[in-house]
């Protein structure tokens, strides 16, 4: 398998993974607000609305936790960019409401698929 191969596998498994926690969510009756949405090269996966919360979600998957549970990636420089995207995107359309940053961590293979909600996973830093 060439290294074009397991980025391709990889990007694969990324967006089956969005697809797979955006059903999820659908499901306990969030609304869809934006996806992928991208500010200065900086991305939210899931921009959605829980009653009168804008839940910002960064969704990992990973055929394995072997080397760690997806939502251990979620690290401080990424946590730092995804409120950056969302300062913006609040700002943008004026949300007068509270903001949310939830990870949606996903583990698929063949035996099975286990799927991690963890609302208010980060804080906005002071």
Do not use: C
């Not at 004026?94 to 949310?100: A, D, L, T, Y």
């Not at 099975?112 to 208010?120: A, D, G, P, R, S």
Request: hydrophobic share 40%; charged share 20%.
């Amino acid at each position: 398998m060439s290294l074009t191969d397991i980025w391709q596998h990889h990007d694969l498994l990324g967006k089956w993974g969005e697809d797979y926690a955006l059903q999820h969510l659908l499901k306990l009756g969030y609304t869809l607000k934006s996806s992928n949405y991208r500010f200065n090269r900086m991305e939210i996966d899931l921009i959605m609305i829980d009653q009168n919360t804008l839940v910002m979600i960064e969704v990992k998957t990973r055929q394995s936790a072997a080397l760690g549970e997806p939502w251990k990636a979620v690290n401080l420089a990424k946590q730092r960019q995804i409120i950056r995207v969302a300062n913006y995107f609040t700002k943008a359309i004026q949300w007068p409401h509270e903001v949310r940053f939830d990870i949606v961590s996903i583990v698929h293979n063949q035996e099975n698929t286990e799927l991690v909600h963890i609302k208010q996973a980060f804080s906005p830093l002071p």
